[in-house]
């Protein structure tokens, strides 16, 4: 796994991204900005009744493209050396497919996404979602996602992510109170 340092100062592949100090800081700043504009930091409750508590946590981070585009997704995974990318099949009145890098792995998401983004910040809103994302993995990396006062603040911070919607989790343990 690439550390922090790796990703910022010295990361370089033979796979597209740039071999030189000034071209990789030109990729970096490439990528900061095409997160600002297409990628998003979620966390979802699932239900799932093979757990404990009837819930799973799923934390995410994504970036979506048209399949014209789909190489800008390529860069970003190669940058990264991690995720994988997907494709969400049309068969509306759209042209295209849509096409989804995510990284899953919370390992991947603790050691390479989110030192990446602490040292080279997002400039819109989506860098408050960045804040609770990041103190989402960290409460999970503590286990406090395993108890029902853990998951209580995970979902709380998870309502003020994104679009700002009602958590089912917290809507479910209203109901069972």
Not at 150 to 166: C, L, W
Request: charged share 30%; hydrophobic share 30%; proline share 2%.
């Amino acid at each position: 796994m690439p550390s922090k340092k790796s990703i910022s100062v010295s990361h370089s592949c033979s796979s597209g991204t740039p071999d030189n100090q000034q071209e990789r800081l030109k990729t970096i700043g490439w990528i900061t900005g095409y997160v600002d504009g297409e990628g998003c930091f979620s966390v979802s409750f699932i239900k799932n009744a093979t757990t404990k508590s009837g819930w799973q946590i799923f934390p995410e981070f994504v970036v979506t493209q048209g399949g014209k585009s789909k190489n800008s997704l390529e860069i970003i995974q190669n940058f990264f050396e991690c995720g994988k990318i997907f494709v969400n099949r049309r068969y509306d009145n759209h042209r295209e497919h849509i096409y989804r890098y995510c990284v899953r792995s919370q390992e991947n998401l603790r050691k390479i996404i989110i030192p990446f983004f602490e040292e080279h910040q997002l400039r819109t809103a989506k860098k408050e979602d960045f804040k609770h994302f990041s103190f989402i993995l960290h409460q999970m990396k503590l286990k406090k996602h395993l108890t029902e006062k853990g998951m209580m603040v995970i979902a709380k911070r998870v309502e003020k992510m994104n679009h700002k919607k009602s958590s089912r989790f917290l809507e479910s343990s209203e109901t069972k109170r």
